[in-house]
């Protein structure tokens, strides 16, 4: 038998939702916070506009404002990005709210709990020796790569130690693609 794995089974992690935000609220102190519906506001003055993606806190259904934009010049936007804002585009919502330059600039972190799957092919191959998986991810969920396998497998986090053979740190959180080698069981 050669070292060489002979099947690649594709794994994705999607999202299921929109990540809840770690963001202090001014009212009642919590820490979590939802884009709900995702909503913008934008905001002109002259020929500058403000656009700020709204949010809600989950304890007190408060509102706040995240700063997308800020004192920008009309003519600088795209006509489809300018649109978007204006008509609240969930798919425009979930790409400011994954820009790691939103979360810097408005303090806030992503959690991902409870906001992602893995998609595995229905079948595993019984008798085919080591066995290769590529994992990609639709959206950048942090994870670790040993308790994604560990529960992509149905293995304690000790065997993926043992059966799984990769090139990256296993317990260091991911957000990008990687391969692992899966050998066979004692």
């Known amino acids: 038998m050669s070292s060489q794995p002979h099947i690649v089974l594709p794994w994705v992690v999607r999202r299921t939702r929109l990540p809840l935000l770690s963001l202090r609220c001014v009212d009642c102190r919590s820490e979590s916070a939802t884009t709900g519906a995702g909503r913008f506001r934008v905001n002109a003055n002259h ?33 489809a990005e300018l649109r ?54 639709d959206d950048p969920v942090p994870v670790r790569p040993e308790r994604l396998i560990a529960y992509g497998l149905g293995l304690s986090r000790g065997e993926v130690l043992r059966r799984i053979k990769c090139d990256i740190p296993l317990r260091r959180p991911r957000s990008t693609g990687f391969t692992f080698t899966v050998t066979a069981g004692d």
């Open 47 to 79: 020929k500058l506009l403000d656009v700020w993606l709204l949010v809600r806190c989950v304890s007190c259904d408060r509102t706040s404002k995240l700063t997308v934009h800020e004192r920008t010049p009309v003519r600088s936007f795209d006509p």
């Open 84 to 137: 978007g804002y204006r008509l609240n585009d969930p798919a425009l919502v979930a790409s400011r709210l994954l820009d790691p330059q939103l979360a810097r600039r408005n303090r806030f972190a992503l959690d991902w709990t409870g906001a992602w799957r893995l998609v595995t092919p229905s079948e595993w191959p019984d008798q085919t020796w080591p066995v290769q998986v590529a994992v990609v991810f």
